[in-house]
């Protein structure tokens, strides 16, 4: 692996008065990783992002892309860099292609075949030649993306690139975002959907209020969830409650606030609890999954849940008893 | 979007290279060609081009001329007189609007569309976009300014004739003088028009907002202009980017008087210069948080 780190942020604040929209962050992308930036609207994340482009100074912290800073090289630090910052704006009067070819301008010029050729990748050749004003919003999603390959970018960062799609487009945006991925693209990518960022990224770094709350590697993420919830609905949930009790010790059983029972615990245990419920003679009305483990996991994270932040995640919580 | 992308992996560089970088002249071909796509700055110069004629026309049918106005009384002797005429209409706040259509809109409109975070994450710096945008709308204010004063002169000379001007003190100024005079005079009014340009510009910046960069600068003319016919305000008139504009008087009088128009250099210069210094200032600064 390359030793230069594609982005290496440190101690990145950023205050509005007495609002911290970015308080301290550090991260770091190595070249050739697909990174998250995942937390609720709010955390941060467009903030810091804008920081990364350069749009907005930080008023503490350092960023470094591909080990330089804007401080030294100006906006050459966008060398190898592109992307976009929530959703892709363009001149709504001109076609996709002229917008293709403007924005080439300014980084140079490109070739006629190299516009082909983004144009080509995003899928947009049909429409290349019609007003952007005319556009839907994932096309506008995809010209961003082929204005963002038009630098032959090395990193490319995505702010919630699937943000406003439908779901075929939902589909259609992260499956190009893993095809660059495995071109060897470093991919920093947030997001607000704990899904999206398991089933792109390798790392991650989770972000509450301006703050980071987890930094790893998804896997390890993974084992640290909680386990699998099942909402079990019975005829008589004080007995179900109470047969947990009396066979079942291994299980965390807990009522939510509809009154339903929430067990916890392995597929093994919680199958052979509803097989003892059944057995004895209470009636079992309904069974469904709560949410996935690592999304429960990012609510505990981001939304101080009833169930807390797990304090060996908790990064902030750590960093203020230091 | 429901669209199915292509399977075929993108060509990606294997190293960071510098990138060319973008050049001034790069920049300014791109505001170039966003600028000639533009429906409103095509119909400005069309009608810079084309209202003159008309309007010489209607002024060259009226029985009564308005003696009141300067050279108002001589509009059916020469055509020269309608030119100087119809600039000295265009100064109170035609030429202010003209340029403001522009100038006013061109940074606010980035706002506008969001495209200020598209242009500003590519390699060309914002002191580059700031000059590029700043050039287009002088150079457009000058061509506006070209084509109007072209179309004014030679339709007012097409239509009404070019016979001798009678100048400002009464004294006969010959065809040729007069002709060279009347460009003389539009010409003059180039540098208060490129006050008012740095002045929308500025307007354009500061509050993000098209409609405000278009039409402000329109009004506070008009206010100086109120202001500038106040009684007791004879040291600040000068200052006033609207009294340039009635600097090519001194022309047309029979001892010609120079001293307006170098205050007028001066007086634009400044104005050009703190206005452009501030909205340059305003543009580096800015976190760009919107769109």
Redesign the interface.
């Known amino acids: 692996m390359p030793e230069v780190l594609a982005v290496d942020a440190v101690g990145v604040t950023k205050r509005y008065g007495a609002l911290t929209a970015v308080n301290d962050v550090s991260l770091q992308v190595a070249q050739g990783e697909v990174y998250g930036v995942l937390g609720p609207n709010g955390a941060g994340k467009t ?1 810091f992002l ?1 920081m990364l ?5 930080p008023d503490a912290g350092t960023i470094k892309l ?1 080990g330089q800073a804007r401080e030294e090289v ?3 630090v ?3 860099v ?5 959703s ?7 076609s996709g292609r ?1 917008n293709l ?3 080439a ?5 490109a070739t006629p075949d190299r516009l082909d ?2 144009l ?4 947009l050749t049909d429409r290349a030649g019609d007003k952007v004003g005319g556009y ?4 506008r ?2 010209l961003g993306v082929a ?1 963002s ?1 038009l ?4 990193l490319l960062v995505l702010d919630e690139p699937a943000n406003g ?2 779901p ?2 939902i589909r ?1 945006m992260r ?2 975002i893993k ?2 991925a ?4 470093t991919v920093l990518l947030s997001s607000h959907d704990m899904g999206e960022v398991e089933e792109i990224c390798d790392n991650v770094t989770i972000m509450r209020t301006g703050s980071v709350v987890y930094h790893g590697g998804i896997a390890e993420l993974r084992e640290r969830a909680p386990d699998q919830g099942h909402r079990v609905r019975t005829a008589d949930n004080a007995r179900a409650l109470a047969l947990a009790h009396q066979h079942h010790g291994g299980l965390r059983i807990e009522a939510d606030a509809d009154g339903d029972l929430v067990a916890y615990g392995t597929q093994a245990e919680v199958d052979a609890y509803i097989t003892t419920v059944v057995t004895d003679g209470v009636a079992l009305r309904g069974l469904e999954l709560t949410e996935a483990p690592l999304e429960a996991l990012f609510f505990m994270l981001t939304e101080s849940a009833p169930g807390g932040v797990p304090h060996e995640l908790d990064h902030a919580a750590a960093e203020a008893a230091r | ?23 001034l002249a ?2 300014l ?2 505001e170039a ?2 600028l000639r ?2 429906a409103r700055a095509r119909w400005v110069l069309l009608l810079s081009a084309l209202a003159p004629i008309v309007i010489v026309a209607i002024i060259n049918g009226q029985g009564r001329p308005p003696k009141d106005t300067l050279f108002g009384r001589y509009i059916h002797h020469s055509g020269f007189a309608v030119a100087l005429l119809m600039l000295g209409f265009a100064g109170q706040w035609v030429l202010p609007l003209l340029t403001a259509i522009v100038a006013g809109d061109i940074f606010a409109s980035e706002d506008q ?13 914002r002191g580059q976009l700031f000059w590029a945008k700043t050039i287009t709308a002088v150079v457009f204010a000058l061509v506006v300014l070209l084509i109007l004063g072209a179309s004014t002169i030679l339709s007012s000379v097409l239509i009404v004739g070019h016979q001798s001007l009678t100048g400002l003190t009464g004294q006969l100024i010959p065809s040729g003088t007069a002709a060279r005079l009347v460009v003389a005079s539009w010409a003059s009014a180039a540098l208060p028009m490129l006050g008012f340009t740095c002045l929308a510009i500025l307007l354009s910046v500061r509050t993000r907002n098209p409609a405000f960069g278009i039409a402000a600068p329109v009004v506070i003319g008009m206010i100086m202009q109120l202001f500038g016919t106040l009684g007791g305000v004879e040291a600040i008139r000068p200052w006033l980017l609207t009294t340039p504009f009635e600097s090519w008087h001194g022309l047309l009088a029979q001892h010609r008087f120079t001293d307006p128009l170098r205050t007028g250099v001066l007086v634009c210069a400044v104005w050009s210069a703190v206005c452009l210094a501030i909205a340059y200032i305003l543009l580096r600064r800015r ?3 919107e ?1």
């Open positions: 903030t804008r482009f350069g749009l907005i100074r591909f100006g906006t050459h966008l060398d190898g592109g992307g976009f910052i929530e892709p704006r363009f001149y709504p009067y001109l002229r070819e403007g924005l301008r300014l980084d140079g010029g050729e983004v080509a990748i995003v899928d839907s919003f994932g096309m999603q995809r204005a390959l630098r032959d970018p090395l799609l439908d075929a487009g259609d499956a190009l095809r660059l495995a071109g060897g693209l | 979007m429901s669209a199915s992308v292509q399977t075929t992996a993108p060509p990606i560089a294997g190293q960071r290279t510098p990138r060319r970088g973008a050049s790069g920049v071909a791109w060609t966003k796509a533009q569309h969001g495209t200020w975070k598209t242009v500003l994450t590519r390699s060309a710096s976190d760009i948080t769109g």
